[in-house]
């Protein structure tokens, strides 16, 4: 009996082994590669009840440092942080506290405002996790993806707008990056039904409201919004007029702008760390470097 149950117990173990070869194979032959590991993760906690986010720290501890916070596309429907976290591990080696939030959206029947609210109080977060590790923010910047760059454009434009029964003290954005964002929402109309509830034609005010286009006036005077937006070239989910247009839009407003158009990218792949962290870790450099923006606008691509 017990060399029947040791053979089986090899011969269970030689299956695992085999199963773990053909999984290595077929990520190999799709070129593919396991996700690496989060280096500079530090915690995962809620920063609203069931709302959880990740705090990246810094690869060399400073008592300055930029704060970074990401938030996930997902068609107004989804909020999956997971994508994000290699480009959050990326910012953080490079000296940045980066904060990786998930947000109430529609699939978890959360109507707007309630997601750009959830992205107002993850900034507020983020800065107070970086306080208490004794980190003073350099500057604050808002990254978000494809409708989520939409929404996070919302929070840099008018925080105090959106803010609502958030815990931590009030903190506001230096600067927006948005990836292959959906600006007008005016023109996604049917994927942004379920966050919104109506239709525009039932509900015009609410749509004017949820629609960044909307305030690109705002934070304008001697302290406008610093902005980076990047789309990829090969983008076929989103063109990247989208990105033009609201760079064109936030420049007549007054607030400084760099686009760039990144050859080669995806939408899906605009946000991986290999093809944009460069861009991003360049362009924050500059950002708390130079005294605080207060010159003409500029849009480079």
């Known amino acids: 009996m017990a060399n029947a149950r040791e053979g089986r117990r090899l011969r269970w173990a030689a299956l695992a082994v085999v199963a773990v070869l053909v999984a290595t194979l077929w990520l190999v032959a799709r070129g593919q590669s396991a996700p690496p590991p989060m280096q500079r993760l530090d915690s995962t906690r809620d920063y ?14 400073s008592p300055h440092a930029p704060v970074v916070v990401l938030v996930p596309g997902g068609s107004w429907h989804t909020a ?13 080696a490079h000296g940045m506290l980066v904060v990786n939030a998930t947000y109430r959206a529609a699939d978890a029947g959360a109507r707007f405002p309630v997601p750009v609210s959830d992205i107002v109080c993850a900034v507020d977060f983020a800065v107070d996790q970086a306080r208490r590790r004794g980190v003073i923010p350099d500057r604050i910047f808002l990254l978000g993806h494809s409708a989520r760059a939409e929404l996070g454009a919302l929070v840099a434009l008018e925080p105090q ?10 903190a506001t954005p230096d600067g927006f990056i948005g990836l292959a964002g959906t ?10 039904y379920p966050m919104l509830g109506a239709a525009e034609s039932q509900e015009p005010d609410l749509w004017r409201e949820a629609n960044a286009m ?11 919004l610093s902005v ?5 070239s090969d983008d076929s989910d989103v063109p990247t007029g989208s990105s033009r247009s609201f760079a064109a839009a936030l420049t007549a407003a007054g607030h400084p702008v760099h686009l760039t158009i990144v050859p080669g990218a995806t939408h899906q792949s605009i946000y991986s760390a290999k093809v944009i962290s460069a861009t991003i870790i360049d362009w924050i450099d500059d950002q708390t470097s130079a005294p605080r923006p207060s010159g003409a606008p500029l849009v480079r691509e």
């Open 228 to 232: 980076l937006l990047a789309h990829g």
């Open 214 to 224: 909307t305030w690109v006036k705002g934070r304008t005077g001697p302290d406008p």
């Open 48 to 61: 609203l009840p069931g709302v959880a986010a990740d705090t990246f720290l810094p690869a060399t501890p």
């Open 183 to 192: 600006y007008d929402i005016d023109q996604w109309q049917s994927l942004a």
């Open 161 to 170: 707008r959106f803010r609502h029964d958030c815990p931590y003290p009030p």
């Open 80 to 92: 999956d942080r997971t994508g994000l976290g290699p480009l959050a591990d990326s910012l953080a």
